[in-house]
């Protein structure tokens, strides 16, 4: 566990990562390569202070190592190497599952019967209460068919969207770092990019064969000229998700795809992943 790591100072206390499992994990996230020396020294000061404030607890039998919980706390502070970790109040808790978990669900159709059913899921964020991941999904700092892919980020982000209610993609912005974001062209730029997403993938299916079951590994290939994961186009608190995925781990994609939301996001984040100061 990583409390081994703790050192004790004064009153007070501190998780120190070790240096060698720093180094290890940086290696293992190519997107965090753009980094700077002193960037890399604030994610990982973020990333010690988020494991001292947060409990992580593992799930299903899993094994909390330290090197798990190392892995999720510095994709979990890239979000907000400008912005501070004050951006992830109002909650406590981090739960780790080894690989997939099912949650119940209840949905209610246009007839107003309800259906009750169980969804196998990678991640999830509950307004006021913990992160759930799959430490099998958090280790794959690659792509999901095609598209960018960081389930801590995704979920991560859905944090700071529900600052200010139920996630919708327009997070609170604080006045004193983000003069220049203006609430309406964030929300018509948003609506565009949405827009625009869900009428490629509507060409998308309309093209797909019958033979082929659009949630199968055969669609993959339909679906990877999409700029973003279709799961994006649910609704718009899952574009803002999907879309931060990709600005941290896929950047040049988003910005060819949607230059205009891309800007706006640099400007949230205050970083820009492709080099241009925000």
Request: proline share 7%.
């Amino acid at each position: 566990m990583l409390k081994d790591f703790l050192i004790r100072l004064g009153a007070g206390a501190r998780v120190a990562i070790p240096d060698d499992a720093w180094r290890t994990a940086v290696v293992e996230l190519p997107y965090l390569a753009r980094l700077t020396h002193d960037e890399l020294a604030r994610l990982r000061s973020l990333a010690e202070q988020l494991l001292m404030q947060k409990e992580m607890a593992g799930a299903a039998d899993l094994m909390l190592t330290a090197d798990i919980q190392i892995r999720i706390a510095m994709q979990a502070c890239l979000p907000i190497l400008n912005l501070g970790l004050a951006w992830y109040r109002g909650w406590s808790s981090i739960v780790v599952y080894p690989g997939e978990f099912l949650v119940p669900r209840r949905l209610a159709d246009g007839a107003g019967v309800v259906h009750e059913y169980v969804e196998p899921i990678s991640g999830e964020a509950w307004q006021g209460g913990p992160v759930l991941l799959s430490w099998d999904d958090a280790t794959r700092a690659g792509t999901r068919g095609g598209a960018p892919y960081s389930v801590v980020i995704h979920e991560f982000t859905h944090k700071l969207d529900m600052l200010d209610g139920e996630p919708n993609g327009c997070p609170p912005f604080d006045r004193r770092i983000h003069a220049g974001l203006d609430r309406t062209q964030w929300q018509a730029t948003l609506d565009d990019a949405f827009e625009r997403l869900n009428a490629e993938l509507d060409l998308i299916e309309a093209r797909l064969p019958d033979t082929i079951d659009p949630d199968s590994e055969e669609a993959d290939a339909f679906y990877a000229h999409l700029p973003l994961d279709p799961y994006a186009a649910q609704d718009p608190g899952e574009f803002f998700a999907v879309s931060s995925e990709a600005f941290f781990v896929d950047a040049a994609r988003l910005q060819l795809a949607f230059p205009a939301w891309y800007a706006l996001l640099a400007a949230f984040f205050r970083q820009d992943p492709l080099g241009t100061p925000a």
